[in-house]
């Protein structure tokens, strides 16, 4: 049995939990932070790194003009009625200074940005190499601080004493060794559930009699939830699961639970099991695509490509990629050897392959092709604009099968403002905090049904200084998170 004493435990070393543990450092606390995997990171590690922030030094570079009120209302408007409007425009006044400059202080450069669905205006703004960029940096500053990362080690029981939340227990992933922890506040910041298909179907049972893939991070098993629940804790929203269309099965997954993201295939088209398209393949995201997708009957589809398409095909996934460079040799192997990837010589082959009807599949290829032809800007059917793309005309081809594949949750453990954990009364359990993808990102379900992206990894950051500010502040140091909002 290794033992640990700290004021500020924290469950879970990624986004949130370092953006906690370094909120407790500089309060004053000691904090320690326990994570499973072999090092810290989770899914923030190996995100796009992209935030949702608003009036920023780059966004007035690119002469872009926006306030938290504009953005307030993109966001309402796209995460629908059950967004959490007090915890959107906590956030949302806060981007400038306390995400924006603060990881800058970091070491964080934020380098460029990219449009998003549902944005008025461009405001995804992307971390120099990515979300490993800025947890890099994050992790560096929780360890100069005095902060402990204690990897390999699964905290799986949240020890209280009546109402008082008094540490952790675990045991180490490698050894079996027990660990135990005496803690005055303990964090979650565990993640999300999207990476156990179990808990995705109990939150969804509607989608139980398809496939859906397990699409986050590898730790994001949805462990703090239950820890959460088994002591009183209230989850909320959990049946919001925010799911991308463009992933197909990963074939190595012994368990064949994980999907594959593939990407940087513009030109490809979406087919349906009756042969035919039914979405612009441009609006890829989870508000546009997902619910298509979901529409068809059955619930999949083949994306098709030929093969100067093809060259182009990035994999999101570690294996697929050798640093910042993708591996092209495992690309091929993955077309070559998964079994939900056909290929053939003809568009009739590829038909029967995919087992879509002949002449469906034949015309809606051709009644696409034509309009390369017609020399047209966008395409009749779904008004795709066609400047990326291309016809149809170089074999062989190949037909990705794709189903839905759950990437992030929307909902989680409830907390207040101070992200302290709430019971079914609504009544703090004390000494419990948590935040990021836990708490559906932060508070319990922030984004409502919709995220405008860069709506995940921001808010969890975000809401992980909120709470080891607070955690900080119950055991004697600090004032508790304050920040500086945008209109400060
Ligand atoms: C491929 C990918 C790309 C993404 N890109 C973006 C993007 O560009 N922009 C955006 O806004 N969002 C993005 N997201 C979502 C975003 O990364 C997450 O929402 C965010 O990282 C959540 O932060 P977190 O700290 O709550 O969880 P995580 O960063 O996942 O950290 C949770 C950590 O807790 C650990 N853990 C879990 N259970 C235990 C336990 N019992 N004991 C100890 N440790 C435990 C996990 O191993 C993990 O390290 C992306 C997600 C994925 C998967």
Redesign the pocket.
């Known amino acids: 049995m290794t033992r640990y004493e700290t004021e500020v435990a924290i469950?879970?070393?990624?986004?949130?939990?370092i953006a906690a543990g370094i909120e407790a450092c500089d309060a004053g606390a000691t904090a320690i932070a326990?994570?499973?995997?072999p090092k810290?990171?989770?899914?923030?590690?190996?995100?796009?790194?992209?935030?949702?922030m608003v009036g920023t030094p780059l966004q007035k570079e690119n002469g872009i003009k926006d306030t938290p009120d504009l953005a307030f209302d993109d966001w309402m408007k796209w995460g629908g009625p059950s967004a959490d409007e007090v915890w959107a425009r906590y956030y949302i006044e806060h981007t400038l200074h306390d995400l924006y400059h603060w990881a800058e202080s970091h070491g964080v450069k934020w380098i460029d940005m990219k449009p998003q669905e549902g944005n008025a205006v461009m405001r995804w703004q992307?971390t120099e190499n990515?979300?490993l960029g800025l947890m890099t940096h994050l992790i560096d500053a929780f360890e100069k601080r005095g902060g402990e990362i204690v990897s390999n080690?699964?905290?799986?029981e949240i020890k209280r004493d009546g109402n008082r939340v008094t540490g952790v227990k675990?045991r180490n992933a490698e050894t079996g060794d027990q660990v135990d922890v005496d803690a005055k506040t303990v964090v979650v910041?565990?993640?999300?559930f999207n990476s156990n298909l179990d808990m995705v179907l109990e939150a969804r049972p509607d989608l139980g009699n398809d496939r859906v893939m397990e699409?986050?991070?590898?730790?994001?098993?949805g462990?703090?939830h239950k820890?959460v629940r088994q002591i009183g804790g209230y989850l909320t929203h959990m049946d919001h699961i925010w799911f991308y269309v463009y992933a197909t099965p990963d074939y190595r997954d012994p368990q064949q639970r994980r999907g594959l993201?593939f990407r940087q295939a513009p030109g490809y088209i979406w087919v349906n099991q009756q042969g035919k398209r039914f979405h612009n393949e441009s609006r890829s995201g989870g508000n546009s695509a997902s619910p298509a997708l979901m529409a068809q009957t059955p619930r999949h589809a083949w994306a098709v490509v030929d093969t100067t398409m093809k060259a182009n095909m990035e994999i999101?996934d570690p294996y697929y990629r050798v640093g910042d460079k993708v591996a092209r040799d495992k690309v091929e192997e993955l077309l070559e050897n998964s079994p939900f990837i056909k290929k053939s010589d003809t568009l009739e082959g590829l038909a029967k392959e995919i087992e879509v009807d002949e002449q469906t599949f034949l015309d809606t290829v051709t009644r696409y092709n034509a309009a390369f032809d017609d020399g047209l800007e966008v395409e009749p059917d779904f008004s795709k604009p066609l400047k990326l793309s291309k016809k149809f005309d170089t074999p062989p081809y190949y037909a990705v099968q794709m189903f839905p594949l759950a990437?992030?949750n929307f909902g989680g453990i409830k907390t207040d403002l101070q992200c302290r954990v709430l019971d079914k009364h609504f009544e703090p359990i004390e000494g419990l905090y948590a935040?990021?993808?836990?708490c559906g990102?932060a508070g319990g379900h922030i984004n409502g049904r919709a995220g405008l992206?860069?709506?995940?990894?921001?808010p969890?950051?975000f809401s992980?200084r909120v709470a080891g500010g607070w955690a900080a502040q119950k055991v004697g140091h600090g004032d508790g998170f304050v920040g500086k909002p945008n209109r400060a």
């Open positions: 469950i879970g070393g990624g986004g949130a939990g326990f994570e499973k995997a810290p990171g989770g899914a923030a590690a190996i995100s796009g790194g992209g935030c949702m992307r990515n979300g080690t699964e905290i799986t675990g910041t565990t993640g999300g699409g986050s991070g590898l730790g994001s098993t462990s703090g820890m993201v999101a990437r992030k935040a990021g993808e836990a990102m992206e860069g709506t995940m990894l921001g969890s950051v992980g």
